[in-house]
C-alpha cells in the first residue's frame, strides 16, 4: 500500500492498511494511525525549530490529499479529512473529524474543537481557538498581532457552531460567540453576541440568525444544525433533532 | 516527449505531440488532445465518488503548467492554458481558450464559456455559470450558499465580457450583466444592470462603463474589447473593430 | 547533498555546501549562492518567452521551503526565505534578506528592497516597487491595472518602513508612504501621507501611527522598529535603537 515512489522512514510508526502514494515523504518522527491514505506528493513530519522534536499524530482513518504538508509537533483526532495543498504548522491541537479546505494555511500553536469544517484558502493565524463544529469558509483571515509588526500574539476566538462566511477578517482577540453568523467580506473586532448575525467592515450587528428563512422558505435557517447534517454521525444528529432548536 | 520519472497510466488516451514533465501522474480515465504541454508534478485524472467514472477530456494545444491538479469528468476545449498549483474539480465544462491563473480553484458542477479568463487565486464555487469572453480577477470568490451551511446551492452568474477586479466577492445567486466592471474589494448582490460600473461593500451602482477613460486620455476605456485585444484570435478581434461600440 | 531524486541541471551553478532536496528540479540557467538549502518539490529556473534567457541568481544563505517555484531573470540578495509553495515570476529584482510566506505570488516585473517581509498569500502585481523594510500580511494583493483588462500597468510602490495589514488591496499607482499603517481589509488608492494610519474601503487617513499604543501600554507602538528586532542584523538594530524616534 506504500508507493514504491514514496519515501517513507523506516523510524516512521504507520498503522495497519495504510495507503501512501508516490513522490510522498514521510519523515522520521509521525504517527499514523490505522485506516489512513496519504495521496502524493505530500510531506508529512517536517521539523523546524519550534517542533523540537515533538511527534505529530495522525488519528485513525485519516485521508490527506496530495500535495499537504504536516509539521511535526501537532496532534489530531480519527478522521481528518483534508483537500489538495493544505499546510499545517506545528503546535496545532485539533480534536476529531477536522476538515481543511484546498490551499489553507494553519499557522500552527492553535487549538481546534471536534467535526470543525474549514473550506478552501482558509488562513488560521498563530494562537487561534477554535471550538466544536465551526464553519469557516473560503478566504477567512484570523489575524493576532494587534499592532504589526510586534512581538504580541493576541488569538482569536471562535466559539461552538459559529459560521463565519467567505472572505471576512477577524482582529486580534476578538471573539466570535456561539452560534453567530458572520456575513461574507466582514470585518469583525471585539466580542460578538450568540446567535446573531454580524456583517460589514466594520462589521455591525444586524440581527438574531433566527431570523434568517431557508431558501424554500421552510423555517429558520438557523441553527443551521436543525436542518444540515451531512457528515456528522447518527448520534450527534438525533441529539441536534431531539433539541428544542428554534 | 513523456518523461521517464511521469507515471502515465497506459488506458489513457494521450494524442500526438504530447510532453509531460517529470513527476506528472496521468490516471486512467484521461483524453489528452494533440500538440499539449503537461508541465511536472501535476495530477491529470483525479477520480472521487462524484465524477462516477466519466473521463476527463482536454482539448488540443493545452498548456498546464507545474503542480497543477484536474479530477475526471471535466471537460475543456482547445486552446486551455493554465498557470502553476490550479485545482479543478469534477464536472467542469468549460469552452475553448479558457485560461487559469497560479493558485485558482474551481470547485467543479460549473459551466465557463469560450475565452475565459481567472487570473491568480479566483475562487470558483459549485454551480457557477460564466459567460464567454469574462475577466476575473486575483482573489475574487463566486459563492453558492445563500445560508452557509446548507444542502441549497445557487450558482452565481457572470455574463459575457463582464469583469470583476481583485478581491471581490459575489453572493449566492448574484447575476454579474454583461460587459459589467465590478470595482475591487466590491460585495455584489442581485442582478446588475449591464454595461455599468458597481463598486463598495456592499456594491452599489456607479455610473456607466464608457465614463471610464483610458489612461492616456485617449476615449473610453470599455467596452474593453475596443482596445485590447492581446491573446485573442484575428478573426474575433477584426469582428470586434468592426461592430459599433462607443 | 544532493538528493539521487533530485532533477539538477549540469549546468547549473551551484554553490559550496548547498543541500537540494527530493524531487526538486534545477533547471540550466541558475546561479545559487554557498550555504543554500532547497527544499523538496521545488522548481527553480522556469524559462519562459518574457525571461530571455537571463540567469535566475539566488544569493548566499537562501532557504527555499519545498514545493517552491522560481523563474529565471530574477536576482535575490544574500539571505533569502521562503516559505511552501511561493511562486516567483521573471523580473524580480529582490535586496537581500527577503522573506516570503506560504502561497505568495510575484508576478515579477517588480523590485524588493532588502529586509522586506511578505506573510502568507501575499500577490505581488507586476510593476510593483517595493522599498526597504516593509511588511506586507496576508492575502494583500498589489494591483496594477487602472481599467483591467488593458496594456497599461500603473504599479503600486510602497515606501520603506510601511506596514500592510491584512487582506488590503492597494490600487494601480497607489504610494503607501514612508511608515505608514494600512489596516487590515482596506482599499488604498492614490498617495497617502507618512506615518499615518489609513483605514477602510475606501480607505480614508485615521491618525498618526503615533497614536496607536502597544498592547501592554508600554509607549507608543509605531515606528515598529522601536521595539520589533526579531530577524534583523544586530548593528542595523543598534542604529534604530539609537535613532530619535518618537
Redesign the interface.
Known amino acids: 500500500m506504500i508507493h514504491n ?1 514514496a ?1 517513507v522512514s523506516s523510524k516512521a510508526k504507520i498503522g495497519k492498511n495504510v495507503k501512501i502514494g ?2 510522498t ?1 514521510v519523515h522520521d518522527n509521525v504517527i499514523i494511525g490505522d485506516n489512513c491514505v496519504i495521496e ?2 505530500c ?1 508529512i513530519g ?1 521539523s523546524n525549530h519550534l517542533s523540537k522534536g515533538k511527534r505529530l499524530v495522525i488519528g485513525d482513518g485519516a485521508y490527506i490529499r ?2 499537504s ?1 504536516f509539521y511535526e509537533a501537532s496532534c489530531f483526532g480519527e478522521g481528518l479529512v483534508t483537500r ?2 493544505v ?1 499545517v504548522r506545528e503546535h496545532t491541537e485539533a480534536g476529531k473529524n477536522l476538515q481543511i479546505g ?2 489553507s ?1 494553519i ?1 500552527g500553536h492553535c487549538k481546534i474543537g471536534d467535526y470543525v ?1 474549514f473550506h ?2 482558509v ?1 488560521i493565524g498563530q494562537k487561534s481557538i477554535v471550538g466544536n463544529y465551526v ?1 469557516i ?3 477567512v ?1 484570523l ?1 493576532n498581532d ?7 500574539l ?1 488569538g482569536v476566538t471562535v466559539e461552538d457552531y459559529a ?1 463565519i ?3 471576512s ?1 477577524i ?1 486580534p482577540g476578538a471573539v466570535v460567540g456561539n452560534e453567530c453568523l458572520i456575513g ?2 466582514s ?1 469583525v473586532k471585539g466580542k460578538t453576541e450568540p446567535d446573531m448575525v454580524y456583517a ?2 466594520p462589521a455591525q450587528k444586524i440581527c438574531s440568525t433566527s431570523k ?1 428563512s ?3 422558505g421552510s423555517g429558520s ?2 441553527p ?1 444544525r436543525r ?2 447534517h ?1 457528515g456528522y454521525p447518527a448520534d450527534l444528529v438525533s441529539q441536534w433533532v431531539s433539541d428544542d432548536l428554534r
Chains 1, 2, 3 share one sequence.
Open positions: 515512489l519515501l508516490a513522490f515523504t502524493g506528493y510531506e517536517v496530495s500535495h504538508i489538495h495543498r499546510t484546498t490551499l494555511d499557522q469544517r478552501s484558502n488562513h464553519w469558509f473560503p478566504y483571515v489575524t494587534p499592532h504589526p509588526p510586534s512581538e504580541t493576541l459560521v462566511a467567505t472572505m477578517v482582529l461574507a467580506h470585518l460589514g467592515s434568517i431557508l431558501h424554500d435557517a438557523y443551521w436542518h444540515f451531512r
